[in-house]
């Protein structure tokens, strides 16, 4: 009984989805694949598709959105859009079909999940946002489509703010967002014992520890980024989820101590460090060179001396690490890279596709470099990683594994 690590405990394809605005020219809008080739709705000349075949699929949905996409003078953001493709699946009598009908064992519904509608309303921000998405609708929808009464529409709008899920590409870059069914049965613990993973549109929820029971109850995913602190991770999980985590890692202080502290540092190296946090965000936003920014990492990274596991430093050290990489600086970023190794292991729950991910870049770079019997070594980790938390068929397993055997071959001829 119960579920082995490794193994698969559902997959589901998404309710209703919406590629991210930045992505919608360079992705098909329906099956997400990367295309230079992409074609464009002819009508509302919003939606990009890679094929027909896609576009046909995608009808069902679009034939609705698309006159409303007409009307609207820029493309909305991705949580109106959403909004408006959840609502026309509504209309359309979807909300009450059980939707992964040849998965076992979990059948729900979108009328299934939580709304907490009666929290919104009392919330002020988030009611401020519903209004807007609602006005949103009332405007662009006039005459065009019958819409359901605004209580029907305040429960749709908490459904998808409580229960979106954040859709990854092959190298775990964020693209889309969406709304799976039977997924979202799924409750939170900051030390997960499962995973989400992404082929496309698909989900697949993997376990990552053996879980002795078979209940659903006893499967948890993290909702919130494991590098965050307790204090940012409950206020996370309050304004977003409408609870407070009690999991042993928000009940116990070890980690927390961790990454919070600055032994043999100074407080003034930790404000330095979150200072350089802002710059780069800064000047990430402007689109500066990756030069530049891990310059400015760099200059920061010199000036102080923190604790490796310093959530500050491991995420000033991550910026430095893309820069580096960008800028095809590669010596320096394994240099950076190998700093965040340790701690990555330390802070991120096990199995973790993010630490998976850190090896395989490691790896691929000591490849690069020519340090074979080092890059064998992380390859072989990250592929273990990533075999039990993203699965065999997976983008990044079939990488690792040709950069494996490249390096293998390079072994034997050395």
Request: charged share 25%; hydrophobic share 35%.
């Amino acid at each position: 009984m119960g579920w082995k690590k490794g193994s698969v405990i559902m997959k589901a394809e998404p309710f209703a989805h919406v590629i991210m605005q930045k992505y919608r020219e360079d992705r098909c809008n329906f099956c997400l694949a990367s295309s230079d080739t992409l074609k464009k709705c002819a009508s509302c000349k919003k939606t990009w598709y890679c094929g027909v075949p896609c576009q046909k699929k995608d009808w069902k949905l679009h034939k609705m959105e698309c006159p409303v996409m007409k009307r609207v003078p820029d493309t909305p953001t991705d949580s109106m859009r959403l909004f408006l493709r959840l609502v026309i699946r509504h209309m359309n009598g979807a909300s009450s079909v059980n939707q992964e009908k040849d998965e076992k064992p979990c059948f729900r519904c979108f009328n299934d999940l939580m709304s907490h509608a009666d929290k919104i309303t009392s919330d002020r921000t988030r009611n401020s946002l519903f209004e807007v998405a609602h006005d949103f609708l009332r405007a662009y929808t006039h005459g065009l489509l019958s819409l359901p009464p605004s209580s029907v529409l305040l429960d749709i709008f908490g459904k998808m703010v409580i229960n979106t899920f954040t859709i990854a590409d092959e190298s775990l870059q964020d693209v889309a967002v969406g709304i799976y069914n039977s997924p979202s049965i799924l409750d939170h613990r900051c030390y997960p014992n499962a995973v989400a993973s992404f082929e496309g549109r698909t989900v697949t929820v993997r376990a990552v520890t053996d879980i002795d029971s078979d209940s659903y109850e006893e499967v948890f995913l993290s909702y919130v980024d494991p590098l965050a602190t307790i204090a940012e991770r409950q206020e996370q999980l309050q304004q977003q989820y409408y609870f407070r985590c009690t999991c042993s890692r928000c009940s116990s202080d070890h980690i927390e101590k961790m990454m919070c502290s600055v032994e043999g540092g100074t407080e003034g190296d930790l404000a330095k460090v979150k200072a350089c946090l802002d710059k780069v965000e800064s000047m990430q936003k402007a689109q500066e060179s990756s030069e530049k920014i891990l310059e400015t990492c760099d200059k920061c990274l010199s000036e102080i001396t923190l604790p490796s596991t310093n959530v500050h430093l491991v995420r000033l050290i991550g910026k430095g690490f893309d820069a580096a990489i960008e800028s095809q600086e590669f010596e320096k970023a394994f240099y950076l890279g190998i700093k965040n190794l340790k701690p990555y292991q330390t802070l991120h729950p096990a199995f973790s596709p993010c630490v998976g991910y850190m090896y395989a870049n490691l790896g691929k770079l000591l490849l690069f470099l020519g340090k074979l019997h080092e890059a064998e070594m992380h390859l072989i980790k990250g592929l273990e990683i990533f075999s039990v938390s993203l699965g065999g068929s997976h983008f990044l397993v079939h990488q690792v594994q040709e950069l494996l055997h490249q390096c293998q071959a390079e072994l034997k001829e050395s």
